[in-house]
């Protein structure tokens, strides 16, 4: 099986977002991680991804649509 990754892009931001939230919430359940007033939970490197020179976030695409993050 091949894995492709795909770069966000920075107008892909939103669902990268949305994803890590999917993924926050399964995680949370062992490393105490609660949502904030926002029904949020934190995350605060997710900037770092459009700022830090040399970090990126790239998709795992299935049928040409994002299903996972990396």
């Avoid at 949020?40 to 049928?63: D, H, M, Q, V």
Wanted: hydrophobic letters at 35%; glycine letters at 2%; proline letters at 4%.
């Amino acid at each position: 099986m091949n894995i492709i990754l795909k770069r966000v892009e920075e107008t892909q931001r939103e669902i990268l977002y949305r994803l890590l939230q999917y993924s926050l919430f399964e995680e949370s359940l062992n490393d105490q991680n609660d949502m904030n007033e926002d029904a949020l939970f934190e995350y605060p490197w997710f900037e770092n991804y459009f700022t830090e020179k040399g970090r990126e976030a790239c998709f795992i695409p299935a049928s040409n649509e994002p299903s996972g993050h990396a």
